[in-house]
């Protein structure tokens, strides 16, 4: 029998800030400041890829209208 709670293969890219050179690569990566980034994180308390980019997609959609 299968187990049922193992996961299906998908991985969640954590976005880790503790080093420069791990800020400056995710920055470089969605096209933001390092600044933009962090506030990003503490904005949404979460730190995976997905919610990051779900977040920053909503700013520059806000930010366009306005």
């Known amino acids: 029998m299968k187990n049922l709670n193992q996961t299906t293969g ?3 890219e954590i976005i880790l800030l503790s080093e420069e050179t791990d800020r400056n690569y995710w920055a470089n990566r969605l096209g933001v400041s390092s600044e933009v980034l962090k506030s990003a994180v503490r904005a949404t308390r979460c730190i995976t890829l997905d919610q990051i980019t779900a ?5 520059k959609e806000s930010v366009s209208i306005s």
């Open 55 to 59: 977040y920053l997609n909503q700013q």
């Open 10 to 12: 998908i991985k969640e």
